[in-house]
């Protein structure tokens, strides 16, 4: 992570008299004349009655609505910065149609507009409203404030932007609105945009609704909906835009909707560390696309709609969602070093030889066939992203070959159920080699830094929603390696991972040892198939405390242990819908010491014994639907039992999981 620190934000809000006058029904109104005394005081709030530039020496505190009407200009100078009351819809900046703004921001001095922790939906945002066409017709009205828009002058101006960090915008108005950090409605190609940073928004970054104007140099860092979003007929053009996304649930990097104006997207640049949807084009929409580079994104293309993917011109030729559009990168994210942000350096694998240490943020490229010769360590403050389609071979050398993320490191494993990432031996056989290991900082019995059985790495703290990451579509085969007598590495060893990673769509498959092993932490997985795992399906020790939903467990191979084995504490872990079957009989689940679980939705068919409550630990640890376990003692034996309801749910159907059948 590199650290461009060029401008230090002062935040300390400077303490205004506020001035108003009460109309006959007391609402609260800003006379006119006011509104010019209050710029002077170094307060933004009302309609501006006069041309008015702003003093950069002064920080001005947005504090309501303030408009630039038809007719005026409002100026901005290097260096002002403007912060914004946490006013959420009630606290903005809008140019009305025939009004103008020219933020002068320089590169040495950009304008700055924010709220006071820069906040995702702190405030509303910049909105300025055009003459331009869009298809939404003439004196349309925006859906953010009610402000008229649009006409037939697609070479209107509403004046110039340059080298503008914006800030904590995008509040909520309604259930389908929001502001944007900019909001282009039908402005013109005469407006000038050039360097802007809109960051921590949590709508669109910018969008547009029709209009004609362009936008060159922009930097998008976690907006929460689109980084880059239009409609109603825009056909501009963005040229370098770098967008970054390193928090959870954002949408896209770019959404196009309705018609489809052509417009055109010079050197795109976007780098996940947290998966998503790269482009998204909904009804007809398209565009034309030149110098794409997409690091981390689990899907490339989205045709919403089921537009034609002609619609989509990716330099030269009709977007393939197959591509991972994973080429050197085409905007230079140093350009943007007069935005004081840390900003995510990705860089791409070299070779295909996969050993040794990740100490930065590094992209592997899922056209490269990799062989894991050793081990890869993915270090504290580094990430290791794994896209879609990526096959990695490991190379059958028992325990000295594995995968481990440490303490602070992240994986993102980007897998979707049409491409997912497999690992696995050539020939896939238990043991081959020692499997994927995260280590957390989650609570864990064995405490903070207690060393790991596997690799002696450290682990364990006091964040239970402590992020390694997320995996999603893995498919991992032939894991297991003997350490010692007592230790084997799993297919993936979760040692106190927190409720922050996401772990869903997983296959283990002919591991010697167990096929997911969770020692402490909080971490919970969803869609996990698990077949031949010579030891335990799911096994868990120190406390873990996190939840399965949807296991499909197969034994079709003579000797394994158990599908579950629970060990020492009870912090009762939830199992939701759980199908395990057995053609070779074998133990169902297994409870050591005090251990216990919350069962429903269970279906067991093929066992010898359904319960092992191995050192005589109470049935009503055991909750199944609700209930303490109904079972019978087996004639003979001291601690297995058969279960004598609950074990008749519904099968978990995995007839769309057609992904576990990925091989190399």
Known sequence: MKKLTFKVLSLAILAMPFLSSCSDDADDVIVVEEVIQLIEEGELTGTLTEDYTLDSSVQYNLSGSFIVPDGLTLTIPAGTEIIADNGGTDVYIAVLMGGKINIEGTESNPVVMTSVNGDAGDWGGLTLCGKAVTTAGADSEAEVGGFIYGG???????????????????????????????????????????????????????????????????????????????????????????????????STVVEGDKVNNNPKLVNLTAVSTTGGTALQFKLESGATITGLSLTGYEVTIDMKDDGALSNVQIDGVDADPANSYNADATVDVTSFSWVDVDVQTVETWSGSDLTGTVDDIITLDASVAYSLTGSLIVEDGASLIIPAGTKITAEA??????????????????????????????????????????????????????????????????????????????????????????????????YAVGSGTTIKNVAVINGSDDGVEFFGGTVAVSNMYLENNEDDSIDWTEGWNGKVTNAYISHTVDGFSTVFEGDKVNNDPQFENITAISTVGGTGLQFKLESGASITGLYMEGYDYDLDMKNDGALSNVQIEGADADASLVAGETSKYTLNSGKDSDQVDISSWSWIEATL
């Not at 909906?225 to 954002?250: K, L, M, P, Q, R």
């Not at 900082?441 to 990451?469: L, R, W």
């Open 152 to 250: 037939s002058d697609d070479s209107d101006s509403s004046g110039s932007i340059e080298y503008l960090v914006i800030t904590g915008t995008g509040a909520q108005i309604n259930a389908d609105s929001q502001y944007n950090g900019i909001s282009f409605y039908a402005v013109g190609s005469g407006t000038i945009v050039e360097n802007v940073a809109v960051i921590n928004g949590s709508d669109d970054g910018v969008e547009f609704f029709g209009g004609t104007v362009s936008v060159s140099n922009l930097f998008l860092q976690n907006n929460e909906d689109d980084a880059i979003d239009w409609t109603e007929g825009w056909s501009g053009t963005v040229t370098n835009a770098y967008v970054e996304h390193s928090i959870d649930g954002f």
């Open 397 to 494: 050398g028992g325990t000295d070959v594995y995968i481990a993320v440490l303490m602070g490191g992240k994986i993102y494993i980007n897998g979707t159920s049409d491409s997912p990432v497999v690992m696995s031996s050539v020939n896939a056989e238990p043991g081959d080699w020692g499997g994927l290991t995260l280590c957390g900082q989650a609570t864990t019995t064995a405490g903070s830094d207690s060393e790991a059985e596997v690799g002696g790495f450290i682990y364990g703290g006091e964040d239970d929603e402590d992020n390694s990451g997320s995996i999603e579509y893995l498919v991992i085969k032939g894991t297991g390696a003997q350490i010692n007598a007592d230790s084997q590495y799993n297919g993936v060893s979760f």
